[in-house]
């Protein structure tokens, strides 16, 4: 196995390239960097001194895109093109976010189905891995816009909570950014780092990094022990941030001007919605606030501000008592409290989080920035800067195996520590299928073709099922050798099959970096070619649903209904045979809406049947 910091991560020792360390926030994004010769980490600011970059893309009708500050005013004008809160959609299914749906003001697909979400722009459709990247490539931009040298490489941060999905959705958007994401870290570890904590490996420690940003709260609680962190327990509120305080103002205003809504005056919406958080920032440090608005006077003392958020800031508190009792821990267990998000500055939340932790906060670091500060002191050690730390053992490209249309489903991403593991469950495509392949591949591109293959088994002896039944549990296991062992179990029948292989043999350094350098150079083909695969593939599914729904209930659906379906079948199996992921898509949305119906009248009729089967019983 490779050692961090020396070929693989660096490339070449003689020109360390810079590595950036990015906070891809939900509300703000951000890069920070080292200095070269303080040492220190710094944010990279553009020359309006702001080092934040809002996460939000406006994309116009001429199909320009515009990120970050340019883009935000266009929440307001433009909501239906201006995506927010992209972060929030990563890694997730349409099931997933359905119960928060109108919290978003634009247009995301409702496939009814387990597959990711799309977000509809005009008719085009985007991933949110495609967004994020929009973010990431402005981020990249700053970068070397500022250090006047190309960036290719950066650690970013995502939430403690976020899953092996999320993380890859996260690893795939840089890749299309055109940044090779050497690690994905966690949001508290970069805060622990930014406070220097963890980079002695003799330190045992255990912290609380409380973060409260503009939507999100989280709590997590660490553990660090000679150089690693360990994720305790986390708890949150993944709809709970600075933006309720802001409403709090505006609707204690509203009610001073006995005002009921402002739904249909936008601007003047707007006008109290920034009048209410500069209040707040305000209040930081004074005691009143005073501004006028439409002609009136408007104040609020620092008094009555913290009577209406106490609410807010209890809710906090209750999800830290959760994590505190998740962790097994008691409060006098905890050595040290991180203050991240710039809701944190709101003095009320500093003391409430001190009372409870029965200690003084650390807020010394900027908590706008401390996240992607830390990320830029992880990605110091990585490139080798940081002799103090340990070099870990890591996979130096990705493991995974190959998925329906020839893809690769990652499941131990390159830069994992050794020994690890890792797996995920499987079923089979056709009915009664008694067998099931595994083929193992290494590298970074999304259609195995171009990765290296490893070794393939068949797990054989299936009892016939209908297809999507079985379960078959696949295990990936890399011991401190660097020996990989694959492992495919069905689960309700607990046949089990294995291979063993070593993944590095006969492979260069050289040939390492230049699988690296390859997997950047085709990211936008590589991730077009996994969407139109993902897209054919869910609708190759779709039709033969839908094929064996018509011909076992035919009698339920008029004639009309029969033609119209047929010919919303046809029309996609046509977009299926001229490979256009987008009218793929658009065909499958349509075909789903006019069949939703039918499913539900179906459902309709075998409860009223196993209601009169009831009766009979009686
Ligand atoms: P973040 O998502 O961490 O960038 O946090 C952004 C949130 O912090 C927004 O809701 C801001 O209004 C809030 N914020 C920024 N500065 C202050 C301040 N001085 N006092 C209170 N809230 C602030």
């Not at 503009?214 to 708890?235: A, P, Q, W």
């Not at 005056?265 to 930081?284: V, Y």
Request: charged share 20%; hydrophobic share 40%.
């Amino acid at each position: 196995m490779a050692k961090i910091g020396i070929n693989i991560a660096t490339g070449s020792l003689q020109q360390p390239e810079m590595i950036v360390g990015i906070d891809l926030g939900t509300t703000n994004s951000l890069v920070a960097i080292i200095h070269p010769e303080t040492k220190m980490p710094i944010a990279l600011k553009e020359f309006d001194g702001s080092s934040i970059v809002p996460s939000v893309v406006h994309f116009d009708a001429f199909g320009n895109v515009e990120v970050g500050a340019a883009a935000k005013p266009f929440l307001e004008t433009d909501p239906a093109n201006t995506i927010f809160s992209a972060k929030r959609l990563m890694g997730k299914s349409y099931k997933d976010i359905q119960t928060h749906q109108d919290f978003f003001a634009y247009k995301i697909i409702d496939d009814n189905n387990d597959s990711l979400v799309k977000v509809q722009v005009g008719d085009q459709f985007y991933s949110p891995i495609e967004l994020s990247a929009h973010i990431l490539t402005a981020l990249k931009n700053r970068a070397e816009h500022i250090l006047k040298t190309p960036v290719s490489k950066a650690v970013i941060t995502v939430p403690a909570y976020f899953n092996d999905t999320q993380r890859q959705a996260t690893r795939d958007a840089g890749k299309l950014a055109g940044l090779d994401v050497l690690r994905i870290i966690n949001e508290p570890t970069a805060a622990s780092l930014a406070y220097g904590l963890g980079l002695d490996p003799s330190e045992e420690k255990t912290i609380a990094v409380y973060d409260l940003g503009g939507g999100t709260f989280d709590i997590s609680i660490l553990k660090i022990s000679g150089g690693v962190f360990e994720v305790l327990s986390t708890n949150g509120d993944t709809y709970l941030g600075g933006d309720d305080l802001d409403r709090a103002i505006i609707e204690y205003w509203m009610g001073l001007m006995k005002i009921d809504s402002l739904e249909d005056q936008k601007i003047l919406k707007q006008q109290l919605r920034l009048a209410a958080e500069e209040a707040k920032i305000t209040l930081s440090n004074a005691a009143n606030f005073e501004t006028n608005f439409a002609g009136e006077t408007l104040t609020i003392t620092k008094e009555i501000f913290e009577s209406l958020i106490t609410g807010i800031i209890d809710k906090t508190m209750g999800c830290c008592a959760k994590a505190m009792k998740d962790a097994g821990l008691k409060v006098a267990d905890i050595n040290t409290v991180l203050m991240v998000g710039g809701s944190t500055r709101v003095p009320l939340v500093k003391n409430t989080v001190s009372k409870y932790f029965n200690q003084a906060v650390n807020d010394t670091v900027n908590p706008d920035e401390v996240v992607a500060l830390g990320a830029a002191v992880q990605a110091d050690i990585l490139a080798g800067n940081n002799q103090s730390m340990l070099l870990l053992d890591i996979t130096p490209l990705s493991l995974g195996i190959e998925t329906m249309g020839g893809l690769m489903d990652v499941l131990l991403p390159r830069n994992s520590k050794i020994p690890t593991q890792a797996g995920r469950q499987y079923t089979t495509q056709k009915d009664g299928q008694s067998g099931i392949q595994i083929a193992i591949y290494q590298g970074e591109r999304d259609l195995v073709k171009d990765n290296r293959k490893l070794g393939e088994f068949t797990l054989s002896g299936i009892p016939s099922m209908p297809a999507g039944l079985p379960k078959v549990d696949v295990q990936f296991l890399i011991n401190a050798d660097g020996i990989l062992q694959v492992r495919a179990k069905e689960l309700r029948t607990g046949l089990t099959q294995s291979i063993e292989i070593k993944p590095q043999y006969g492979l260069t350094d050289q040939e390492v970096e230049q699988r690296l350098m390859d997997s950047i150079t085709y990211a936008k083909e590589d991730i077009a070619t996994r969407a139109l695969v993902e897209a054919k593939t869910e609708a190759e599914q779709i039709l033969s649903v839908t094929e064996k729904f018509m011909s076992k209930n035919m009698a339920l659906l008029s004639k009309a209904e029969l033609m119209q379906t047929a010919e919303a079948m046809q029309a996609l199996q046509l977009a299926i045979t001229m490979e256009d992921k987008n009218l793929i898509q658009g065909k499958t949305e349509a075909l789903n809406e006019l069949t939703r119906p039918f499913a539900e009248r179906v459902m309709d009729q075998a409860i009223s049947g196993a209601l009169k089967g009831k009766g009979i019983m009686d």
